[in-house]
């Protein structure tokens, strides 16, 4: 099953479009010949538009910003960086990784929170070398492993192909809960309440090796006293038993496989029965997964039972690496339950 393309403004902040597929032509310099290369593009720009994620258009061609103009479509593109932009900065062109780094730096965004569209090799490479949160090649000739051999996340035949999350808040404006502390107490006293809390990154540090991870400083005391007060669980994608070791405070619920099983504070015992009768059918993609990545150095795949993980943070960000595995700019797992 192909899995969808899709550009989420709780991940990326940015589109980065590379317009050298469709801006090469000298006729383009005439915005009527060019308009309807531009609107796969253009379609995806409304769209993102719409959700506030900032977009910016790169290419070789001196009359890039004069094409948009003129097309009446430079209002969807907050940066513009054409031939001589480029120039005038002492870049080589789009095909220059910096090229998108300084989109970037103009958007006022990261690259690991940007979104590289590109259908040339030295893009895709330059996309990937640069950091970006997701490189979507466009391949136009039928042979997409060209770009997802140049280290493209995925590669999708037309613009259309890719998705636009709508109804999501970034993170940045979803209010800090430490800087409404009398507010939600306010809240709480009048309620029963209960604290969910991850394992990893919150009450762990993120460390490459997953076997590793251990608690906080502080954590301990911190779940004790919390669990004198409400309840508090513990919810995770690693194993129940797993998790119930690493924290090891009695009176908590701990969720593990992300709620597949658990257990409460009087031990009771839950599991997801219907989820239970593929856990062989998981075991056997473990094994086939191992013999398949066993070419790339620092991959490990997990079995955890309602799942099974393939960590590939100690991986080398090498073409082979890229071009068989799901990349994203924080996570250290993917998950396949």
Not at 292 to 309: D, N, T, Y
């Amino acid at each position: 099953m192909k899995l969808p393309v899709i550009i989420d403004p709780r991940y990326h902040d940015a589109v980065i479009f590379d317009l050298d597929g469709v801006l090469t032509d000298t006729a383009c310099s005439d915005a009527a010949a060019c308009a309807p290369l531009l609107e796969p593009a253009v379609a995806l720009a409304r769209k993102l538009q719409g959700i506030d994620v900032a977009t910016a258009a790169c290419s070789s061609n001196n009359h890039c910003q004069q094409v948009l103009k003129a097309a009446g479509v430079d209002d969807l593109f907050d940066v513009c960086i054409d031939g001589t932009v480029a120039r005038g900065l002492g870049l080589a062109g789009s095909g220059d990784p910096a090229v998108r780094l300084e989109a970037t730096r103009r958007l006022g965004v990261r690259p690991q929170r940007a979104v590289v569209v590109q259908d040339a090799d030295a893009g895709v490479i330059a996309g990937r070398d640069g950091g970006f949160a997701l490189v979507i090649g466009v391949d136009r000739s039928g042979n997409p492993d060209r770009l997802l051999g140049c280290g493209a996340d995925v590669v999708v035949a037309d613009l259309a192909d890719v998705a636009v999350r709508t109804g999501d808040k970034r993170i940045s404006e979803i209010p800090n809960a430490l800087e409404s502390y009398g507010q939600l107490i306010g809240i709480t006293s009048a309620r029963e309440s209960v604290l969910f809390l991850d394992y990893d990154g919150t009450l762990s540090p993120i460390v490459s090796d997953p076997g590793a991870a251990t608690l906080a400083d502080g954590a301990a005391k911190a779940l004790e006293s919390l669990a004198a007060q409400c309840s508090v669980a513990i919810l995770s994608g690693r194993d129940l038993a797993d998790i119930r070791t690493r924290v090891g405070i009695p009176g908590l619920w701990y969720a593990g496989s992300h709620g597949f099983e658990l257990t409460g504070p009087d031990g009771t015992y839950h599991q997801n029965e219907a989820a239970a009768a593929f856990v062989p059918v998981l075991e056997r993609a473990a094994a086939e997964l191992r013999e398949s990545l066993a070419q790339i150095p620092g991959v490990r795949v997990e079995h955890k039972r309602f799942a099974v993980a393939v960590h590939y943070a100690r991986s080398h960000r090498s073409t082979s690496a890229k071009s068989s595995l799901p990349h994203t700019s924080s996570d250290s797992e993917m998950a396949y339950a």
